[in-house]
């Protein structure tokens, strides 16, 4: 039984040297893996999503048409360039090396793994939102929610001119708006989303009659990382508070001076609790394949830049 027990015991943990080289990879497979993600799934689903959480009266089925009335195949890659780009390019590499050195840390304290991917992905989530995502969040909602003004009969104006016009008017924290929102949305998402994922390994390891601390293999890391995305979709009405915060839609119920509160109340006395809801399918869907990307693909990817450089990446543990 003790023997067992012995066997059973985790690796000791080792903390990594920071050099500048290793720092620099690890952001650069955080960015490259972004950017693969938000070119390929993530835009589309991340406009479908959004589209359904600012009309809360559409299914999924006249969300998508919707989409496609705006201009086809790329109505749904709208806000991919320039918004969806910078993001992706800077808040992976955030996420990939913020969350993997809390994470490590966690369990320096003693943390389980479970324990310790909810606070690398926390604390991965909150640098993302105020370093990275707040402007760029509030860029895309607005590309995506201005074309119901084309639908009133005016033109939009452009990406730049939409910027500059609403730097000109609320100044930064115009081009910031909702950016409360989107840090708890960013913490509660990959909290969830390392948390889970390292809670659906563990289960596949004692499924597969694996050790504690064994390497997984790529199927079953993808299937962790899928399991712990989707179920992170619980916080959906954050993200519909966060759409309706950075909307463009002109309505005069709508609050002025909005904050999570008031928009909160603002959705619920419109729409109940139904409306707090509104995307949670294509958010599934999004959550699924950000953390394959992020979490499966990352360890993957920090993986294959060690054995390619031989070099071991900063964050790696």
């Not at 109505?75 to 918004?83: E, F, H, K, N, T």
């Not at 708890?184 to 004692?206: M, V």
Request: glycine fraction near 12%.
């Amino acid at each position: 039984m003790s023997a067992t027990l012995m066997g059973s015991r985790p690796p000791p943990l080792e903390k990594k040297p920071v050099k500048f080289s290793n720092l620099l990879r690890a952001c650069e497979v955080g960015a490259g893996l972004n950017m693969f993600e938000v070119t390929t799934l993530g835009q589309p689903l991340e406009v479908v999503k959004t589209t359904m959480a600012a009309n809360r009266s559409d299914s999924f089925a006249g969300a998508l048409s919707r989409v496609w009335a705006r201009g086809g195949v790329l109505g749904y890659y709208q806000g991919l360039i320039p918004w969806a780009w910078i993001e992706a390019s800077t808040k992976g590499a955030v996420l990939l090396f913020v969350a993997s050195e809390a994470e490590f840390y966690a369990k320096s304290f003693g943390a389980s793994d479970f324990i310790g991917g909810i606070s690398g992905g926390m604390a991965g989530g909150i640098a993302q939102a105020y370093a990275t995502m707040g402007f760029c969040t509030c860029m895309k909602t607005v590309e995506i929610t201005k074309h119901k003004i084309a639908a009133a009969g005016v033109k939009p104006p452009g990406t730049w001119a939409t910027f500059m016009d609403i730097y000109r008017k609320e100044g930064i924290r115009g081009i910031n708006k909702g950016v409360n929102a989107v840090a708890i949305r960013q913490t509660t998402n990959w909290g969830s989303r390392f948390g889970l994922s390292r809670l659906a390994e563990q289960g596949i390891r004692n499924a597969t009659g694996k050790e504690e601390g064994q390497k997984l293999g790529s199927f079953e890391k993808i299937l962790a990382s899928g399991l712990g995305g989707g179920l992170s979709a619980w916080n959906q009405p954050i993200e519909v508070i966060r759409v309706e915060m950075q909307s463009k839609t002109e309505d005069p119920n709508r609050p002025k001076n909005l904050t999570v509160g008031k928009t909160l109340k603002y959705i619920y006395n419109n729409n109940g609790l139904k409306g707090l809801y509104r995307g949670v399918t294509p958010r599934i869907g999004l959550g699924v394949w950000q953390t394959i990307c992020m979490v499966a693909l990352g360890d993957m990817a920090k993986e294959a830049v060690e054995k390619l450089t031989g070099d071991k990446v900063t964050a790696k543990h």
